[in-house]
């Protein structure tokens, strides 16, 4: 989606290019509405200038949990950054550490466009793997797609005859002896979305993860999704209708088992309850709420020329 009406000169004229954790967003034509995110730490020099020139702007922040237990991981955080915006869209199933901030339960995973993301776009050819697992290359990285586990649960998982696909690295040194995989290096957006069409299922590993945006676009691909149980965000795509939740290697494999035997409406419930249009029209009704005048259909967050669009 273009984006129009969000420059540098629109930054108070000071020069500085919006980049992550802020995030503009923009209305149904991809033109601003004035309303900034704000999706993690200002961990940068250039994170902080931003912050300030959109505040002397008087642009109107809205938070969002899209990095980890972001804002609330501790105290001290919290104390930094809840009273910075006006109002929050969180991914957690207890909002009472916002309070008194207005909330909205809404994650940018939400907001997957069903009409791009879909079977008839990317296909859904006969599945030529039972499941998919996706995690890029790092220490850190490793430890929020909860590799370790994820491991665990490929050798139990090959054990029992299933056959999986690992993207984001390779190749993979520490992958368990006779483990039934295959493995891609990282892949272009497209290109990613098009090899998960043909695998049965998503695993999801990972707790920290607050905006799966993996599991949504795994949903409007009609492919259900296997997911850890106590991941903080992305927990409400979890239904009979879409998938199942397990908690350690040993119960996965009666868990994808059960996805992989039973039918399920994963594109159909997804399509429901979530997507561009719905989400963005409640986004849309939360921002008027504190104090917008948006009269578009719906709103969504805009792209800036640092997002990685690869898997």
């Known amino acids: 989606m273009p984006l129009r009406g969000l420059t540098s000169a ?18 149904h034509h991809g033109v601003s509405t004035r309303y900034v995110t704000l999706g993690g730490p200002l961990d940068t020099r250039h ?5 300030e020139a959109l505040r002397a702007c008087k642009r109107p922040i809205v938070g969002f ?6 804002p609330i991981a501790t105290p001290e955080m919290a104390d930094r950054y809840l009273m910075e915006c006006a109002g929050w869209c969180h991914c957690f199933r207890d909002a009472t550490a916002f309070e008194p901030a207005p909330t909205i339960e809404l994650s940018h995973s939400d907001l997957t466009d069903v009409d791009y993301v879909s079977p008839r776009t990317f296909g859904n050819p006969s599945a030529s793997w039972d499941y998919a697992y996706v995690c890029l290359p790092g220490r850190e990285v490793e430890r929020a797609k909860e590799w370790t586990l994820a491991r665990a649960c490929i050798r139990a998982l090959s054990a029992a005859g299933f056959t999986g696909l690992l ?11 006779a483990a039934n995989v295959s493995v891609r290096a990282r892949l272009r957006w ?18 920290l993860d607050a905006s799966p945006r993996i ?15 106590d991941i903080i965000g992305g927990w409400k795509y ?8 397990f ?12 996805v992989l035997d039973h039918a399920t409406f994963a594109r159909e419930w997804y399509c429901e309850f979530f997507g561009l249009r719905r989400a963005g029209s409640r986004l849309k009704d939360f921002l008027n709420t504190l104090g917008g005048d948006i009269r578009a259909p719906y709103v969504t967050l805009g792209h800036v020329p640092t997002i990685d669009q690869s898997m």
Do not use: W
Not at 10 to 27: F, K, R, W
Not at 65 to 70: I, N, P, Q, R
Not at 190 to 207: G, K, M, T
């Open 65 to 70: 949990t899209s990095y980890k237990l972001f």
């Open 47 to 51: 994170a902080e200038q931003v912050h």
């Open 238 to 245: 979890v239904t009979d209708a879409t998938g199942a939740f």
């Open 10 to 27: 629109s930054l108070c004229h000071s020069g500085l290019l919006m980049t992550q954790p802020h995030l503009p967003i923009v209305d």
């Open 190 to 207: 497209a290109e990613f979305l098009r090899v998960l069409a043909a695998c049965r299922c998503l695993l999801v590993a990972s707790v």
């Open 167 to 177: 993207i984001g690295r390779a190749p993979i040194r520490d992958l368990p002896p």
């Open 215 to 229: 599991i949504a676009e795994a949903l409007a691909l009609d492919r259900p999704v296997v997911v850890n149980r």
């Open 247 to 258: 908690s350690s290697e040993h119960d996965i494999v009666d868990a994808l088992a059960g």
